[in-house]
């Protein structure tokens, strides 16, 4: 059979294909002449063969949108015509040995409206790189593997000209930058722009000063105080915890309100989404300033995960973003609460990985293949990735953890690097074969572990015995999946609450096996996968007993809060599956552990929160029952009014005692208590008519408490004037205007949700071309789940419009996005056909981008 495909059809590119790139690079000198619609970039490489490459080759560059006005090799003109995605000089027209390579082209930064490259934001000129942006800035090989020395050249009349590395000369209207580190094109960047700076520096232990400075526009200087102190916060624990200094003089970091993602760790100048570095106690909640303080770390810790030790090639994203998340979640740890950062960690993994694992979407930790690399940008790269770094530290030890990491920087600095050379560590290191381990790596699939237990009486005791059995159901092109390495952490509890077992790691490795634990005087309850030590689905009937049991006993607190979720989450599964009603014993042990006072506020805080709407229809059709997301919505609003008045005392008195005096500090103790308090008036908010939201929004001096009043008044179908207010205060605050737009989507009721994102869609301020504000309101739409999934099907329609209409001007949010849909299986066939054909729109559109095509064409296979 002869399949035709178009020549449109975008062509996948696979691990299994790689090479390496023919010439290495010794030097890259670059100038631009900055001009928003015509801005010229000078390069000058020199390139050698490389040796892992015998024979001649065809110099081949990438390049995309540039229009190429002169090329010279070794100062001599060649006529080279660039096609759609790069240049080529045929080997014949290079010299033997190593030669320069000259180029001048034209971009046009005022049109790029994808925001991958050079563009304007805001007035400045800003560059994002990661994951192939660099070539729509000149041509170059544009491959993490080809690492260079650059030298940069800005020109200008802009007051602040930034690149990476250190500063070396500057004058009326210039400014040249050396970054004597060698790096790839994608962490290369740029920022041109009025800007001012908040200043500060951090001596590192072996005594080097650098100059520290985050960059913003004038009037957003008294935002960024916070940033700074977790940016030496972060610099001081890479020091204490890992042995990593930094490296330059100087470590810029710059707020754009235009960015795709996050954030940027470009050597020595990181770039962030503003959101991410601006916050003062009226802005910013309480969740933002956490998030900042990680971010911060994260982009930070790349600098050597990331940076000195970069990647392979775009397969291996994980081995910098899981490494990296993993020391990001470590370090939150250390400033905050550990056990309540876990909970955290795992209730998000859950809530994004599981669904993405369990969907047409999933794929393994290191992808074997990709249409467009920024669609893998995803949670199993990343969180799934940094829960492989924490299963490995946990088959290790924590010393052999440490001593393969030290490894790991002696034998890569410099490098660009792959999965097999970071388990080779771990192999050297400790003397371990990780060959079993890697499957983590290369098999998609979340694992479901099946226990049964087993007493029999003795004379010298009682032997415990834990069988597991691991399955994991097939994945998109992975239908086998052998058995993997599981570290179980296990600890056993006797009938009174004592722990006679404490936390053992069993390190199963078979489909199916079994763990005695003998010489115990009576029959234990135990607490499995404490930490949650696996990224798996623990399958386990257990009484309604023991799970109150072990919310009361448990000594690993990942476990009790686990211990209470199950417990609310079965309660609800039995409420919509079979109509019962809300338990009352569940809701006396929930008053217990909420009015422990030994208790942390925001674990407390943590355990008073339902399971998401989202996460109770994975649950119902992981167990065969088509989820209807109205009844899922109105059964968990019954179980929360109930709760509500079944804890009314205890909710009231915690709402009193848990008022944080002001001023207002962001400090995680501070944080946890307002978590608690605010999850109290959650509750009471549906049976005090919005009295207590009402006042406290009116009296809030901070952020987290009006978002958090209004949310509430919204929630209860009030709060039309306080919207209105909000509005007034903040209209000139994008950051806070982006909080208005979605609250107010995400707390929509269901028939409404789509009626409210359209008429906000209309307002003025919806700046739709930019990723915050389209976010703010789109993603509040599909996280509003019975408002997304409304019969009606408006939503599906009023998403697909966008998704659509965004396409042409940002493929790569565009693309991101239409993962909103990714878990359409799960429903009725009546909106299983809706979403298809809101999906065959979106694919059918003309020129849909390669992007928004392959997120799409997975979605829909
Ligand atoms: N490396 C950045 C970070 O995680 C994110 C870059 C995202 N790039 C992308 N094309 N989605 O810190
Ligand atoms: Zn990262």
Redesign the pocket.
């Known amino acids: 059979m002869v399949i035709s495909v178009k020549d449109s059809t975008p062509q996948p590119t696979r691990l299994a294909d790689y090479q390496p790139y023919p010439f290495r690079i010794e030097k890259t000198d670059l100038t631009f002449r900055l001009d928003p619609k015509a801005t010229r970039v000078l390069s000058r490489i020199r390139f050698h063969p490389n040796p892992a490459r015998p024979g001649r080759h065809d110099l081949r560059m990438d390049g995309e949108r540039l229009r190429l006005i002169a090329a010279r090799i070794d100062g001599a003109p060649v006529t080279a015509r660039p096609d759609e995605t790069g240049l080529t000089i045929p080997a014949d027209a290079l010299p033997d040995g190593a030669f320069d390579f000259e180029a001048e082209v034209e971009i046009d930064p005022s049109a790029n409206t994808a925001l991958e490259g050079l563009y304007m934001s805001g007035g400045m000129y800003c560059t ?1 790189c ?2 192939e942006g660099f070539r729509r800035i000149t041509f170059y090989p544009d491959r993490p593997d080809v690492m260079a020395p650059f030298h940069v050249r800005i020109e200008s009349d802009m007051p602040v000209l930034l690149s990476n590395g250190n500063p070396v000369a500057q004058g009326e209207g210039w400014a040249e930058w050396d970054d004597p580190w060698p790096k790839p094109s994608y962490l290369f960047a740029l920022v041109a722009g009025d800007l001012v700076a908040v200043r500060d520096s951090f001596t590192t232990r072996s005594g080097r000063k650098v100059d520290l400075a985050i960059w913003v526009r004038a009037g957003d200087e008294d935002r960024c105080a916070y940033a700074m102190d977790s940016l030496k916060r972060a610099m001081k624990w890479d020091e204490d915890v890992y042995g990593r200094e930094y490296d330059l003089d100087v470590f810029n970091i710059v707020a754009v309100d235009d960015f ?6 470009n050597k020595g100048l990181n770039i962030f989404n503003s959101k991410l570095v601006l916050a003062s106690p009226e802005t910013a909640t309480d969740a933002d300033f956490e998030r900042i303080e990680s971010v911060i770390a ?2 930070y810790f ?1 600098n050597w995960t ?1 940076n000195r030790i970069t990647c392979r090639d775009w397969f291996q994203l994980c081995l910098k ?1 899981g490494l ?1 998340v993993f020391r990001d979640q470590e370090f939150t740890k250390d400033m905050r609460s550990a056990p309540v950062k876990r909970i955290e960690d795992v209730l998000m993994l859950r809530a994004r990985q599981f669904r993405e694992d369990m969907g047409p979407l999933a794929h393994p930790v290191r992808p074997e293949s990709y249409i467009e ?2 669609n893998f ?1 995803t949670a199993t790269v ?1 969180e799934k990735g940094a829960e492989l770094i924490g299963m490995l530290k946990l088959l290790v030890g924590d010393e052999g953890y440490r001593r393969a990491l030290d490894l790991y920087f002696e034998r890569h600095d410099g490098q660009a690097a792959t999965i097999e050379d970071w388990l080779k560590v771990f192999e050297d290191a400790t003397g371990r074969d990780l060959a079993q381990f890697k499957r983590w790596y290369t098999d998609a699939g979340t694992p479901r572990l099946k226990v049964e237990e087993d007493w029999q009486p003795g004379d010298q005791g009682g032997t415990y015995t834990l069988t597991f059995t691991q399955h994991t159901p097939p994945t998109p092109g992975q239908d086998e999946k052998p058995p993997r390495v599981i570290p179980i952490a296990v600890g056993l509890l006797n009938p009174n609450g004592d722990e006679i077992l404490p936390t053992t790691v069993l390190e199963m490795t078979e489909e199916r096996q079994s763990f005695s634990f003998p010489g115990l005087a009576t029959r234990p309850v135990p607490s499995i996968l404490r930490g949650f030590s696996a990224p798996v689905v623990l399958e386990r009937e257990s009484s309604f007993d023991e799970r109150t049991f072990l919310l009361a006993h448990d000594t690993d607190p990942f476990n009790r809060w686990e211990a209470g979720r199950s417990l609310a989450r079965d309660v609800l599964l039995s409420m919509i599956r079979d109509d019962a009603a809300p338990s009352e014993p569940h809701a006396q042990a929930l008053a217990r552990l909420v009015t422990d006072d030994t208790l942390d506020p925001a674990f407390r805080a943590l355990c008073l929160r339902l399971p998401s709407e989202d996460d109770l229809a994975q649950a119902l059709a992981d167990a065969g029952t088509t989820p209807e997301p109205e009844r899922i919505h109105t059964v968990r609003e019954g179980l929360a009014t109930y709760l509500a008045r079944q804890l009314q005392k205890d909710l009231v008195r915690i709402y009193e005692e848990m008022e944080t005096p002001p001023p207002y500090s962001p400090d995680a103790a501070s944080a946890g208590r307002r978590a608690l308090r605010l999850a109290a008036l959650g509750y009471l908010n549906r049976i005090d008519h919005g009295a207590r939201a009402a006042s406290l929004f009116a009296s809030a001096d901070n952020m987290t408490e009006s978002a958090a009043a209004l949310a509430c008044l919204i929630d209860g179908g009030r709060g039309a004037r306080e919207i209105a207010a909000f509005y007034e205060r903040w209209k000139d605050n994008r950051l806070v205007i982006d909080k208005w737009f979605a609250l107010q989507v995400a707390h929509a009721q269901p028939d409404m949700a789509a009626q409210v994102a359209a008429r906000l869609a209309e307002h003025p301020d919806f700046e739709w071309k930019n990723p915050n504000r389209f976010r703010a309101l789109m993603g509040a739409l599909a996280a509003n789940h019975a408002g997304f999934h409304h019969i009606s099907g408006a939503a599906y329609r009023f998403y697909a419009d966008w998704l659509i209409r965004l396409d042409p001007v940002n493929p ?1 949010t565009t693309a991101r996005m239409s993962a909103a849909f990714e878990t359409w299986t799960r429903y009725d066939a009546e909106r299983r056909a809706m979403i298809r054909a809101e999906l065959g729109r979106i694919r059918q559109t003309p020129d849909l981008s390669r992007d928004t095509f392959e997120m799409v064409s997975r979605i829909l296979a």
């Open positions: 994002q990661e994951a795709n993602m996050g954030a940027m760790e994260h982009e790349h990331g973003e990296t690399i920024n940008y990343y790569q």
